[in-house]
């Protein structure tokens, strides 16, 4: 089944933000969009993830289109947004008690060979996630978007003030989703981070270009 | 879907549950304040009657006149010493040069001018009246209580030359020896039932509350609502939202401002009434260890119950700082509006002064705010009073700041 997205639109104001952006990714693939701040990544990941509505387009899964039926697209689709999007008073059990709403029992199973086994979240499950590292919430935020086990992962910038360590455990974790058969579709700002991708884009003037790392950064920045 | 949203709920409880030890400490701080100022006020005044006066301010009326008479002297000091008018009247000896001066600088509301020769001319029946000097600029309820002093000063002269020249003509038709007959004795009587029947002397009616309520009561419920409104500073630390990024995306999943609010807010009530419960037990259990008798009002006069009838006001305090709280995402922001609609509701509630004392539209306007329907909730409560649109009043309310907060919260999930 093929995650598709087709000439999505958005507008704030007198700004065009998004101007007929499409793409397409398989099963087993990482998506990159790469592109300077305020150019929309955040905006088009938001519309995929169902909070913002665009002005136009479609998404399909699997020929379904996800953006007339929020629940297909809540089943569809997990998002791991750039804020914290955890109780800051509550522990990662408790978060994911949430996530994992009437299903407790899959939860348990999970924290042994599940997602949340996976990045290490049993080490630090009692933990309140104010005394949390950055890294800890990151790993904490991506086990709560895939406690519904969605098909398609979406980060906003996933990687973004993490120490090595919490990005290397993050970059595992995405290699073995993908893997798994998973769609990962990722903004980032960090060019280590664009090994990981099978496809990069380019974000600019509100449209997608296809765009082929070669390690040569200042020529990306020069065409950002 | 319904899973979520139950879930969203317990979570939500945990959530504040988890943040209880710190409200706590703060409502304990909070309460020790506010027994700290109704000590203050209690010790201030020495007994009921300095409550009374402070609740009604005594008119000062200048007298003009050689008071040194002894008739006139006597006659002045009843009047000041009746029980209907010595809480609210005081008569000053002076010059006529220093009673007007007074009256200019309002110092006094009136003054009464006493003819020389005046209860000659009463024995005598002439005409020397009393003149009552009122300030041009001067009205409201001091000058009308000084022209209801002057009808009863003359309600009591008349009385009194009834008395006298009825007991002239008995003399010249019987005799002296007619003082000894039972009818004298029966006109003295009625001239005393007349003149001393003090209570009748003014018509008293009752508008303000304090007359009917006790202090302790007064206090109590004047303590409660200011208690419930200060809380509300520990609801910017649960309710004032930076980051949004865990509500818009559990919208995603079907749980949306609707659900939230609701959750949110019927937390954060429980939360409210579980601090308040523990401080009502804790206050009961005080006052019984001190000896003081206070009962709860109520048909069972039992805290459950108490604390049952609180709900309407717990979920209408609870709606509007849920509202407050959703005004901004900056929390020293929530914090400061927070705090001056407390004081500024507060204060037109009468919980930091009698109502008396504000005018009359204030008056009229707090039966209709929510904190004025709070704080007579729980009057009617002590009173046992229907309180039938106070509850109401704040069920209206309670669904108002909800609406509100929806609203708000759905235009932030859509940003």
Known sequence: ?224 | MMKLRWQYLKTQIHRMLMRFPVLFLVTILLLGAICGLAWAQFTAGKDEEDFQSLARQKVSVAVVGDTSESYLGIGIYAVEHMDSSRFSVNFIDCTEEEARAMLEAEEVEAYLLIPEGFLDAVTTAENKPVTLVIGGNQGGIGVELVRELADMVSRVLTSSQTAIYTLVDVEANYGRNAYDSKDVTQINLRYFDVILSREEMYQKETVESVRTLSRIEYYACAGVVLFLLLWGLNGTLLLTKRDFSLPKLIRTRGVGAVSQVTAELFAYSLVLLLCLALCVGGLLFGLSKAGVSFSLPGPSESAPSFLLGLFPLVFSMAALQYFLCQLSDNPIVTLLVTLLVSLVLGYLSGCFYFLSYFPKEVQELQVYLPTGMQVNLLQSAFLEKDAAFCIKGLTGYTFLFWLCSVLIRGYRLKK
């Open chain 1, 1 to 224: 089944m093929q995650f598709e997205i087709q000439n999505i639109q958005k507008r704030f104001g007198r700004k065009q933000v998004l101007n007929g952006v499409s793409l397409a990714a398989d099963p087993g693939t990482c998506v990159g969009i790469v592109g300077k701040n305020g150019s929309g990544k955040s905006t088009l990941l938001s519309i995929l993830a169902g909070i913002l509505k665009p002005d136009g387009g479609k998404v399909t899964w699997g020929g379904d289109d996800l953006l007339s039926s929020p629940k297909k697209l809540a089943d569809a689709i997990g998002y791991v947004p750039q804020g914290t999007p955890l109780f800051e008073e509550l522990t990662a059990l408790d978060n994911l008690r949430l996530w994992y709403a009437g299903k407790s029992r899959d939860l348990a199973q999970d924290l042994k060979d599940g997602v949340p086994a996976m990045l290490d979240i049993p080490s630090f499950l009692h933990v309140p996630v104010r005394q949390m590292s950055g890294g800890m919430k990151k790993r904490l935020s991506i086990s709560c978007a895939m406690a519904h086990r969605p098909p398609v992962l979406l980060l906003d910038e996933p990687s973004a003030a993490l120490d090595l360590s919490a990005k290397a455990a993050i970059h595992a974790y995405f290699r073995e989703f993908t893997r798994q058969g998973g769609i990962l579709l990722l903004s980032t700002h960090d060019a280590p981070e664009f090994e990981l991708c099978d496809k990069l884009y380019l974000l600019k003037d509100g449209a997608l270009t296809p765009y082929a790392y070669d390690g040569d950064l200042p020529s990306l920045v020069a065409r950002m």
